[in-house]
Structure formats: C-alpha cells, structure tokens
C-alpha cells in the first residue's frame, strides 16, 4: 500500500521552491493518487509535471503500480486550507452554513478560530420611505460553515 505520509513528504519537499501548496492527496483503493496543490499566485501547467515527475522518482514502480495524477485545487472549489482564505482577503465569497444560511459578501478578515465577511444590508430607518444600505460583518467559525469560497 502506498503510503499518503510518503506522498506528503514528497510533495511539501517540491513545493519549497514555488509559492504553491498542498491542499489535499488522496489515494484510492485502486492506487489512484490524486494531488490537489494551489498557488499563492498561479499553478503552472509544467509544475505540475515537474512535481508528478518528483513523486514518481520517490515511489517504486517495481513494488507498486500506481496512476498519478498532479493538478490544481480549483478556482470555483471550496477553500480548503487557511491560507487559500488568506490569500483571497478583499474578495468576495459564498459562505454557507451548516444551517442552511447562503451568506455573499466580502471576505475581510481571517483568524485561526474565524473568519468575517462584510455584507451590505437594506434596513428600514424609522421616518424613511426607502430602505438604506448598511454594512454588517459576520463573523464565522469554521466549524459552522458547510463551504466558503471564491463567489463569481
């Protein structure tokens, strides 16, 4: 069985000469080994084989036979990781929760314990005809939310 610690290594070993980083690896029962990576920037087509090269010179072919597959996270996935927040602060996002609650806003701050997401709301003032747009931050904690991502 090939091991995921194995592939890990491997892959945050390549990763230190870019601004990438690992965002998951998955191995399938048939020995499908699927890694997700992102960028602080962009993931480029030929890192992406450089790092698939990289993990098959560290796994044994005579031992294991095994599919490779080495691509990007995905720009319209669900962040996965902090840093994928982080890097998308001033961007709006969807947020929703484990509620139910579908939440578009700005993505204005983030924190190990939670994130905030600055919405605009249409609120009645007393001795108003028209409702007048207010800004709101919501905090979230990680753990309340079903998804957060980029919101197009």
Not at 34 to 55: G, Q, T, Y
Not at 57 to 67: A, H, V
Not at 125 to 139: N, S, V
Request: proline fraction near 2%; charged fraction near 30%; charge should be negative.
């Amino acid at each position: 069985m090939i091991s995921k610690e194995v592939i890990i290594q491997a892959v945050e070993q390549k990763l230190t000469e870019s601004d990438c980083f690992l965002i998951d690896v998955k191995i399938l029962p048939s020995n499908e080994i699927i890694v997700e990576i992102d960028s602080d920037s962009s993931v480029d087509l030929d890192f992406c084989a450089s790092l698939s090269r990289h993990i098959e010179n560290i796994l044994n072919r005579d031992t294991e036979d095994f599919s490779l597959e080495v691509g990007s996270y995905g720009i319209t996935k669900p962040f996965a990781v902090m840093r994928q927040y982080e890097n998308n602060i001033g961007q709006n996002v969807e947020v929703f929760t484990n509620l139910g609650k579908k939440i578009r806003g700005k993505l204005t701050e983030v924190c190990p314990d939670y994130f905030a997401v600055e919405t605009e709301k249409l609120v009645k003032i007393e001795g108003k005809k028209q409702k007048i747009a207010q800004i709101e931050t919501e905090k979230f904690n990680y753990n309340d939310i079903k998804y957060c991502k980029l919101d197009f």
